[in-house]
């Protein structure tokens, strides 16, 4: 019975509101998403950066899969503590209490679990609920690590990606050396649509998709010489 409801809200959603969001999701689980996340030719020596760390489990997975160096940021106090704790045993996986952005800034953020985001507010967001927060120049981190490479940027944060994709567009000797990137776009920002495709043409200049869930998670993998 339950299977059957599944399957009548699903033909609901795709077949009859043609939901594109949800008909990306469903697209998602039928093609083990979550495994493809991890589906990235990496080793022991990659770098791996974690924008948008919540509780550590993407890093946890993908260190878990190949044993490489992750920089996780995570700028709400208590998710960072919680990575921090969570792999205080692990010199591999550094922890930035900090959000990675177009510039260097404060910023308060509505504290909302998962969906945390300095963009979209709830209507009855508290005020204990709303939190100050450091945000880092991904361009400043980067120019400062001195990566030879980034093997795999992860973005996941919350409206945020559109202004740091643009400041790595902006800088082709730096997104020229991301081997990969892993998106997920958020279309609660205004005009988010043609933000999005503006940032996936520009992309398209340096980088090749590799797969495509609107609005769920994207991958992109550096054109290589020919």
């Not at 469903?26 to 030719?41: A, K």
């Not at 940021?73 to 591999?92: G, L, Q």
């Not at 980034?150 to 997104?175: C, H, Q, T």
Request: net charge negative; hydrophobic share 40%.
């Amino acid at each position: 019975m339950l299977q059957m409801i599944r399957n009548l809200k699903r033909f609901y959603d795709v077949r009859i509101r043609k939901d594109s969001k949800r008909m990306a999701c469903y697209n998602y689980y039928d093609q083990h998403g979550e495994m493809l996340r991890l589906d990235y030719p990496l080793n022991k020596n990659a770098i791996v950066i974690d924008a948008g760390g919540y509780v550590g489990d993407f890093a946890s997975s993908i260190f878990c899969k190949f044993g490489c160096h992750v920089d996780v940021f995570e700028p709400i106090a208590v998710y960072a503590e919680k990575i921090k704790e969570r792999f205080k045993y692990n010199d591999c996986i550094e922890v930035l209490k900090a959000g990675l952005a177009a510039a260097d800034r404060e910023e308060n953020i509505h504290v909302t679990g998962l969906g945390s985001s300095v963009f979209d507010a709830p209507d009855n967001i508290r005020k204990d609920d709303i939190e100050k927060i450091k945000l880092v120049s991904v361009v400043g981190y980067l120019q400062a690590k001195s990566y030879e490479k980034v093997d795999l940027l992860k973005i996941n944060i919350e409206g945020g990606e559109y202004e740091l994709l643009i400041a790595l567009l902006d800088r082709p000797e730096l997104i020229e050396h991301i081997e990969y990137l892993q998106i997920q776009f958020h279309d609660f920002v205004p005009d988010a649509v043609s933000k999005r495709e503006n940032i996936r043409q520009r992309l398209s200049e340096t980088h090749q998709l590799m797969w495509d869930f609107p609005f769920i998670w994207e991958s992109w993998e550096r054109k290589r010489e020919q």
